[in-house]
């Protein structure tokens, strides 16, 4: 008996950045802006919370 192309588990969508995009169709373009736009969000927000620490710790020493 076949398998169906459904029945297959999908693989996980990952990018590799430089990586050669002329294979991958408009709608693994649309997965990967998604993709890297939450992790550049999540990036932007560890960013926000360590100069938040940093400006807590040097307003602390400079007292």
Do not use: Y
């Not at 990586?19 to 990036?43: C, G, K, P, Y």
């Amino acid at each position: 008996m076949a398998i169906e192309d459904d029945d297959k588990p999908r693989k996980k969508v990952t990018h590799e950045i430089g990586q050669d995009l002329s294979l991958l169709s408009v709608e693994e373009l649309t997965e990967r802006i998604a993709l890297m736009t939450a992790e550049i969000e999540r990036l932007q927000v560890a960013m926000t919370k360590k100069r938040a620490s940093k400006d807590a710790a040097d307003s602390f020493f400079k007292s």
